[in-house]
């Protein structure tokens, strides 16, 4: 990004190189595709992408951020500071702390307490502890964020020790099976409409 000439309208040549719930994932695959297969060119993929976004964190933020272009966030780049919903760092966050594991950077580790800070006390919850969104419909239960959310808080309890990360994944899978499941078609609900107190109109499986 140093390279770039001031005010240019830039973005990624492809969508591998975004930062997004999507590339959290690939992440996550491809490491666990390294184990599986003995060759870490599939787990240096994963950490070369984690350190893109890192390296050129403070570049994005400053040409995107919210005060100078009265935008909620500029789609991908601004994910990697804007933490409104599990989208933006969910998935990304669970797969540096497997990144973490062989690469230890303060920045890493400072992105990884956030989210968990985050997730655990700026996240949009049901007084019950399950986890919202604020739309379509004010504290919508969306299905997405069990895989959210989950992924993320059983590796934080494994890179923290606090058994509370724990706690809160095994708390989301059961509430997401109360809100979403039904019982007559043996599928779940894509969301449920707290403020309606119905669920919407589309099943879910991932």
């Known amino acids: 990004t140093k390279d770039i000439p001031e005010d ?5 040549s492809n969508p591998f190189g975004e930062w997004h719930y999507t590339n959290g994932v690939l992440n996550m695959a491809l490491i666990n595709l390294s184990d599986f297969l003995g ?6 993929y ?11 964190y403070k570049y994005f933020e400053e040409i995107y951020n919210l005060e100078k ?14 933490m409104s919903e599990l989208d933006d760092y969910g998935a990304m966050g669970a797969s540096m ?3 973490y594991e062989t690469v230890e950077r303060d920045d890493y580790k400072g992105y990884i307490e956030n989210a968990a800070k985050h997730i655990t006390e700026g996240q ?4 019950d502890g399950t986890l919202v969104r604020t739309f379509p419909h004010e504290m919508t239960l969306w299905a997405d964020d069990l895989y959210m959310s989950v992924p993320f808080l059983v590796r934080m309890g494994k890179f923290s020790g606090d058994k509370k990360y724990w706690d809160d994944a095994i708390l989301q899978v059961k509430n997401f099976t109360k809100y979403l499941w039904d019982e007559n078609k043996e599928l779940y609900w894509h969301c449920y409409y707290s403020d309606l107190d119905r669920n919407g109109v589309a099943h879910w499986g991932r």
């Open 97 to 99: 702390i497997e990144v």
């Open 69 to 82: 272009h009265g935008l909620h966030y500029h789609f991908p780049f601004g994910q990697l500071w804007t």
């Open 8 to 12: 240019a309208k830039v973005r990624f």
């Open 39 to 44: 060759e870490k060119k599939y787990a240096d």
């Open 46 to 56: 994963a950490a070369a992408h984690v350190a893109f976004g890192m390296d050129n």
């Open 124 to 127: 949009e919850r049901l007084d």
